[in-house]
């Protein structure tokens, strides 16, 4: 453990100054008024003179007797034990008041030490939470920008002792502790932990005096007075930003959560829905159309010789086929519509408020549209022409069902391949 030197606690006035003092106060108050009295009535009495201008003379010696007493209370009083540099500690509370961000703070923080200290060197850290080092915030000087302690935790450390100011030295036994070697070794003379509720939230280090003594006790107890100050000075700025990696930590959990979220719902290799959320979104998309009396219609889309493609090609060439139909039909589709990969090469389109004829123009369009398409083989140099089979069904029977709605669309994506494929199938 360093070595703490304790504070005295600052010495009370002498019972016999202040005994003093009061005499000397009733003595100069009881002289000027027996002064003014005395004139005043002598030179009335035996000078003979009239009232005005013995109360002249009379204010005169009062005059000449209060001198001594108003210099005697305009005198300057320190108490012993006071410390003129706490004036300077709450001049500082009073520019960390316009500091802009914790640098600035900190730099006040070192400035104030370094000149009330007369110290060589000041120097503001802050250590991390959870890490075992202590980041250089403010000062000047040959010190690192972080020091790490691999052998403790500076807070655990802390919570052995007392949080008051020590000096740092060796002995003859050599130093204290792994930590007073550290700071030695880096050029401080003195450190002051600064705490708030007990808990470390920064340390500030001096190093040699310019006039090469030595610190004493009493720079310690001018230390000591100034920790609370730059304590308070620096909370906010801590508690600004444990509110911000609050929400840097929030908003990574919202976006894992998001991203997880979209992962469960988006197929991973066209980025269409899948099934599943195709699934829980046909049965909304009919559940609303039967409570409102409104279309629906379902499309499934079957690319013809898919199988050939990628025994021809090639498995990449074939995702990079579904990739190009995906985009094809989620780029024709409206906002309102769900395109899902549905399985394997096929996919499907749930189209809200349209009919079977609306469907039915949708899906010539986008048979034309993967007509037209081009794939570059990935591993040569061959293109790839594509078609596809588009089967559509709609809402005609009251009592559909979501499941039967689902097989009349597959029956008739089957019916326009058996009849040649590349053609659209609409189910009576």
């Given amino acids: 453990m360093p070595r703490k030197s304790s504070s ?22 009881s002289a000027t008024l027996g002064a003014y009295w005395g004139v005043r009535l002598g030179l009335h009495g ?3 003179l009239d009232p005005d201008t013995s109360s002249f003379l009379a204010g005169g010696a009062v005059a000449l007797g209060l001198g001594p007493l108003r210099r005697m209370l305009r005198r300057p009083r320190r108490a012993k034990g006071l410390d ?48 075992a080092s202590l980041h250089l915030v403010a000062g000047q000087g040959p010190y690192p920008t972080t020091l790490v302690l691999p052998e403790f935790s500076l807070r655990e450390w802390l919570a052995e002792g007392s949080h008051t100011p020590w ?14 070697q550290l700071m030695f070794q880096v050029g401080a003379r003195a450190c002051l932990p600064l705490t708030l509720h007990g808990e470390l939230i920064g340390l500030a280090t001096l190093g040699p005096k310019r006039s090469g003594t030595s610190y004493g006790p009493d720079d310690l107890k001018a230390m000591a007075e100034a920790a609370p100050v730059f304590a308070q000075a620096i909370a906010p700025y801590l508690f600004k930003a444990e509110q911000a990696l609050h929400r840097t930590k929030l908003e990574a959990v919202s976006k894992l959560y998001l991203d997880a979220q979209k992962k469960a719902v988006t197929d991973g290799l066209t980025g269409l829905t899948t099934h599943l959320h195709f699934q829980e979104q046909l049965a909304k998309r009919f559940f609303e159309a039967r409570r409102f009396t409104q279309p629906l219609s379902l499309m499934f889309i079957d690319i013809d010789h898919f199988k050939r493609i990628n025994d021809t090609y090639g498995h990449p060439t074939g995702d990079e086929v579904l990739r190009a139909v995906a985009r094809t039909v989620q780029g024709t589709a409206r906002a309102c519509d769900t395109v899902a990969r549905y399985g394997g090469e096929e996919l499907a389109v749930i189209l809200p408020q349209t009919e079977l004829e609306g469907a039915a123009i949708l899906a010539e369009r986008l048979r034309e549209a993967i007509l037209e398409l081009e794939v570059q083989e990935t591993s040569g140099p061959r293109t790839v022409r594509l078609s596809a089979s588009i089967g559509v069904a709609d809402l005609q029977d009251e009592d559909l069902t979501p499941g039967d709605l689902l097989e009349r669309a597959d029956r008739a994506v089957y019916a326009a391949k058996r009849q040649g494929r590349n053609q659209v199938i609409c189910a009576g």
Avoid: H, Y
Avoid at 167 to 180: I, K
């Fill in 8 to 29: 005295p606690a600052p010495a009370s006035r002498p019972p016999r100054a202040l005994k003093a003092r009061g005499l000397a106060l009733l003595f100069a108050c």
């Fill in 84 to 131: 003129p540099r706490a004036t300077g500690w709450k001049g500082f509370a009073e520019s960390a008041r316009t500091a802009q961000n914790l640098p600035e703070v900190a730099r006040l923080i070192a400035s104030s030490l370094q000149q009330g200290m007369g110290a060589s060197q000041a120097f503001v850290w802050l250590p991390p939470a959870g890490d």
């Fill in 46 to 48: 035996g000078l003979g």
């Fill in 167 to 180: 000096l740092v030295g060796s002995s003859a036994d050599g130093f204290p502790s792994a930590f007073d």
